[in-house]
């Protein structure tokens, strides 16, 4: 179990430790960092005077896991891994869910959060392992312990035991308080690592070149030449000069140790170089060189080998395989890039996973004139990623909208709880690649088949207020927007124009984005009639025909934009040789200040020259066309609507026998065949059953070592799980034969369905048959089904489920499939045998709040059913959503329930309650 914590930890200084289980050939490292530890050291942790050695030193390496867990914090790599801190928990033996915890770090190494990093992954191993709380007896002056309880964000109490001794219990339960406390020192950390990439003071460039047109050429003069207001290190064995500037044979002649190192040379000395920096105590270095993970085996080792080098020194790393980074602030001017523009100063910061898009990038940026914060190019995201910098941008004071180029995701459960807070205060713009669904495999349940490919990616964007476009031109219309901007209190477009046409192309634009152009008020319409011509039309759009004034444009967009049945004012020219651009522009810049604040103003120039410029200084976006500018505004505005809602709660369901549920999962795993007799892992049946594979990973191939790919539940285990979380099933029976087929008809006196008992698709191979009403007809039923399946291949050992028949109600599904990235992504929608050609369904990725389920049901096609279509009683949507809630409570409880589909589940008229008919369950062994 403790394995999972053999991983890096980012540190508050944002350097990195490495935290991993004891191990037992850890007896002399262990005994290394005792002799490093001072008498006074000892003393705090043991309450006295204790002596470790090779006579003892077992003990503390040596563990049972189920009584005892350690883990260590380590520097260095390979045999120079050093043990640096160590802690651990032990069982009461008469109270196991109770446990003592200690810890210790060396004294070079206190003081920088070990102690802290150390103790709350205790904590979580202990919490994983059913203890519930933690005690420990601490010296009252030993201050830096006591603070460490305090830090740590559990909740704890504390009490003085004989005056000289603090007594602290610890509960091990994970609270918001918690996660929050965990939030704000991942904040820290990242803005304490990220600013030595953004804002250092000294920069060495190792291959910095004579040759202006190389890489390392490039990177040196673009930092000389850009306005750095820091020193520039070339360093280079080869010449004495770099460029008019003296060079430096290595990073250890340099005159200061540098802040941060660029480097540009080939792959084989680049880790070579990372430990020569790392050994003078730098702690950012950004790798330019290819030749690693994207360039095959060889590279792949050299990148692993480059990763365990940096670790092992604490430094952080971007790239490799990137183009570098830029602060174009006025502050910093650091161009640390290869490419050529380097562009004004600006409030976005961005990120790219391609290099050679970012050169694209940042020439149309500076032709938009929009400006940049900061901007990076991640390459193969050995170390630093997206989050990290999310976290560094989420409260940088020069940041106000934040771009990312993405093509995978590293942790994208992390991404969701990040994005979901930043976006409540700085919208995230995001082109992601990879929305082919080429490389997802065929997945064996409704709800798999659905959620493959790009939904889950859809789904976490819209969870988390993120703005999703499909092309880096949308990206920057919307940047531009949101930049110079604000968001819009409502979706409501006044367009204002000089030609009809075009108005026309706008509000079509708008009202395909989700945009309303509603009719003008009598008053509005009265004061545009008071200047315009009797020719020109009031309606909305206004077409103030093509003899428009610079004038009559300052007026329309002043009264339109205090119309209080406007949200947006949408402003179009174009030159009908009456009218000067330069004088329209003029006049929509001074009619501006006359619009309130929170009325967002665009404009289309329809004109050669583009963009004006009086605009561009103005801040007010121009766009090329309506319908370019129609989809940013539509992006916006639902971003808006997103921050203006509530996030909404998790709902804990009553009624949950959670230890119930877990005791079947458990017997299930644990057996070797399933109820029909075959081997409990690997594809039953005939069906084309994979897990689903994101299109993050497109043509992905079987792993030959992947853990088994578990197996489908029986219906009575499936049926045991769902009842144990309070999901309403149809009475059923689960029989063998034919006869008892009949009897059980008998016992449940009801009309019946009978079914195969596979988790199959039955309605595929004639596995089902509906509307019995007499004992014979079932009997015969079965005969009929057996035969069926056994022309079909299919097999039909798992018997034969008798089931009370339920018509009445809407039919919907609701389901649960694991993407190997995202986790458990929850799916409801229109239900039974048409689901997958329908696809009116909605995905979310679990946990689930309760805006989430309304937001899941109001965006179907098919909600006006629910609500009561043409007359029909209104659904029981209650039921519904409590529904949801449970099984968004049980695949979190649950993650080895990897796949379910309830397929159809009917929802009763309102107050009816509802029911599921077919379940099918697959659980997997996590490893």
Known sequence: MVDKYDEDEVLPDGTTIHIRPIRPDDKERLLGMWARTSPESRRRRFMGSFDLNWDNVARFTDLDPTQEVALVSTRGRGES??????????????????????????????GKGIGTALVRRIALAAHEGGITRLAGDILADNTRMLNLVRELGLEYQSKREGGSVVHSDLETSLTEHFLD??????????????????????????????????????????????????????????????????????????????????????????????????????????????????????????????????RGHGLRIVGPNCMGLLNGTEQVRMNGTFSQTFPDPGRVSMSSQSGALGLAVLDHVQSLGLGISTFISVGNKADISGNDLLLYWEEDPETDVILLYLESFGNPRKFSRIARRIS?????????????????????????????????????????????????????????????????????????????????????????????????????????????????????????????????????????????????????????????????????????????DHVPIVSVFMSAEGMPPELAEAKIPSFPFPESTARALGRVVNHARWKHTPLGDVIEPEGLERARAREIVDAALASPTDGAGRPSFGRPHTTAASEMHSAMVPDAEPDADAPPEGRWLTSAEAAGVLEAYGVPLARSR??????????????????????????????????????????????????RIDTAMRGAEAATDDGFLIQEMVDEGTEMVVGVTHDPSFGPIVMTGMGGTMVELQRDVAVRITPLTDRDVSEMLSSLRMAPVLSGYRGAPPADVAALKDLLYRVNAMVEDLPEVTELDLNPVFVKPEGGGVVAVDVRMRITPIP
């Open 181 to 310: 406390v965990v939030h704000t020192q991942e904040r820290e950390a990242a803005k304490a690592a990220l600013n030595r990439f953004f804002r250092p003071e000294r920069v060495a460039v190792v291959g910095a070149s004579r040759d202006r047109g190389s890489i390392g050429g490039l990177v040196f003069s673009h930092l000389l030449g850009g306005g750095f207001t820091g020193v520039v290190y070339p360093v280079n064995p080869n010449t004495p000069y770099v460029q008019g500037v003296s060079a430096y044979d290595s990073l250890r002649t340099c005159p200061q140790v540098p802040d941060l190192v660029m480097v540009c040379v080939p792959a084989p000395f680049v880790n070579d170089v990372v430990d020569e920096a790392g050994e003078l105590g730098v702690k950012a270095v950004c790798i330019i060189s290819a030749g690693f993970s994207e360039a095959g085996d060889l590279g792949r080792e050299r990148q692993d080998d480059l990763l365990q080098r940096a």
């Open 424 to 596: 409540r205060s700085k919208p995230i713009v995001i082109v992601k690649s990879g929305r082919s669904t080429a490389g997802v495999r065929a997945a064996s349940s409704h709800t798999a088949a659905i959620s493959a490919g790009d939904t889950a990616v859809d789904a976490l964007f819209s969870q988390t207020g993120v703005i999703r476009t499909t092309t880096l031109e949308e990206m920057f219309d919307v940047a531009t927007l949101l930049s110079s901007q604000p968001l819009p209190r409502g979706r409501k477009v006044g367009i204002l124009t000089n030609a009809g046409g075009p108005g026309i192309l706008a509000a079509d634009a708008c009202e395909a984005n989700n945009l309303e152009v509603p009719p003008l008020s009598d008053r509005t319409r009265q004061q545009l009639d008071s200047f315009l011509p009797g020719e020109a039309g009031t309606s909305n759009p206004v077409d103030m025909i093509a003899s428009a004034s610079a004038e009559g444009y300052a007026r329309g967009i002043e009264i339109l934009g205090n119309a209080p049945e406007i949200d947006i004012v949408f402003v179009i020219f174009i030159p009908a040789g009456v009218t000067e651009t330069s004088d329209v522009a003029d006049a929509l810049v001074r009619a501006s200040s006359m619009v309130p």
């Open 81 to 110: 891994e050093r043990i640096v801190g160590v802690a651990r928990y032990v069982r009461y033996e008469d109270d196991p869910r109770h446990a003592e915890f200690a810890a210790l770090v060396e004294d070079a190494e206190q």
């Open 734 to 783: 689960l029989v063998t034969t034919p006869e008892e087929g009949a009897q059980a008809q008998r016992e449940l006196g009801t009309p019946v369905a009978v079914k195969s008992a596979a988790p199959i698709h039955k309605t595929d191979v004639g596995g089902i048959e509906l509307g019995l009403t007499a004992p014979e007809e079932v009997a015969a039923a079965i005969e």
